[in-house]
Nanobody, 124 residues
């Protein structure tokens, strides 16, 4: 079956960096657009970033643009989210997701598979 496993979360001070990874199995990774979403306590899930199946197209939420970078390695079936200049408002559970489509999407309903999430906590 399809599995998406996130890793790399943790506790970091404001201004610090983290790199999230999402390893996939059970799907043809290169046929899926990948996305990162996050959900803070008491808030709705929100889009963070997405990358097309070939990696040629990316998109970011305005709140992370210029600080976060999404990338993928289709040979390793893994998508990454490099997060720099972290702020306390970035604190959330981060989820990776896979959408069976060629182009990017920031809409969570377009995604077919989801990971269990990894906690990111940014202290002030």
């Amino acid at each position: 079956q399809v599995q998406l496993v996130e890793s790399g979360g943790g506790l970091v001070q404001a201004g610090g960096s983290l790199r999230l990874s999402c390893a996939s199995s059970g799907l043809t990774f290169s046929s899926y657009t990948m996305g990162w979403f996050r959900q803070a306590p008491g808030k709705e899930r929100e889009f963070v970033s997405t990358i097309s199946w070939g990696g040629g197209s990316t998109s970011y939420a305005d709140s992370v643009k210029g600080r976060f970078t999404i990338s993928r390695d289709n040979a390793k079936n893994t998508v990454y989210l490099q997060m720099n200049s972290l702020k306390p408002e970035d604190t959330a559970v981060y989820y990776c997701a896979a959408a069976y489509r060629s182009f990017t999407s920031g809409y969570w309903r377009d995604y077919n598979y989801w990971g269990q999430g990894t906690q990111v906590t940014v202290s002030s």
